[in-house]
């Protein structure tokens, strides 16, 4: 048989520490600036986002029956089908809006050719060509209204054949759902509805290249402007 040994010391308890203050949530603020024609001068607005985790992914689409515009010349016809962007989205605190920003990886616009444009009713000469090269896309979706404002970044980069290509053309703008308007040039957008399908319109001011032919030929500085036919598709990230 085996024996038991009885301990006489009393038995020691451990406390375990709790702890007494909440965790701190922080906050943080995501920053877009938009073009303002009339005065010439960035605007700058803070957005303090959600402290939820709500985290949403974001499509964009662009449509046909679009239209650019450069200087005093006429708009113009563009087709821009086919192009598309992902991206995800933030609840904005206190509020209806999304902050969303796009992977510019992923952003494509098609380029102005004979196949996508045309002037007065005829098609861009076959050796003509003008790529437009994303550098930037974010800004604000209201859900609840559907106004859209987001910034737009990206080079527009005019070549002949090869023989002759032109300094890209540097376009920052605000694609909004509402009004964009320039000394100039002016537009006017429709919100997104159930589905999605919103006009985005946005005035930009082209500074200068170092190329007095392009200078002349679009009397640079000018204002330019874009109305895009798009569709833009929110889903909660799971």
């Known amino acids: 048989m085996g024996c038991k040994f009885i301990s006489l010391e009393p038995p020691i308890l451990y406390q375990i520490p709790v702890r007494t203050t909440p965790p701190c949530f922080r906050t943080k603020a995501i920053a877009f600036s938009s073009y303002a024609p009339n005065k010439g001068e960035p605007v700058s607005t803070k957005l303090p986002l959600s402290k939820t985790n709500d985290v949403y992914s974001v499509s964009f ?84 209204s559907g106004k859209v404002d987001l910034e737009f970044l990206a080079k527009f980069c005019f070549s002949v054949g ?20 320039g000394k100039m040039r002016s537009g006017r957008g429709e919100r997104l509805d159930e589905e999605g399908n919103c006009k985005l319109v946005g005035v930009a001011f082209v500074e200068p290249i170092d190329d007095v032919f392009m200078n002349t030929f679009l009397s640079l500085p000018t204002e330019c402007l874009a109305k895009l036919n798009a569709v833009i598709t929110l889903s909660k990230s799971s």
């Open 61 to 144: 689409k662009t449509l046909g029956a679009c239209k650019l515009g450069i200087s005093r010349y006429p708009d113009f016809e563009y087709n821009a089908q086919g192009g598309t962007g992902t991206g995800t989205g933030s609840r904005v605190a206190d509020s209806d809006e999304l902050s969303v920003s796009f992977d510019v990886k992923t952003l494509y616009i098609p380029p102005l050719t004979s196949s996508t444009t045309k002037f007065l009713g005829f098609p861009l000469p076959p050796f003509l060509k003008i790529h437009i090269v994303p550098q930037l896309l974010q800004g604000n979706i209201d859900q609840e």
């Open 162 to 181: 090869s023989i002759y290509e032109a300094p890209p053309l540097v376009v920052k703008t605000v694609l909004t759902s509402d009004e964009s308007k």
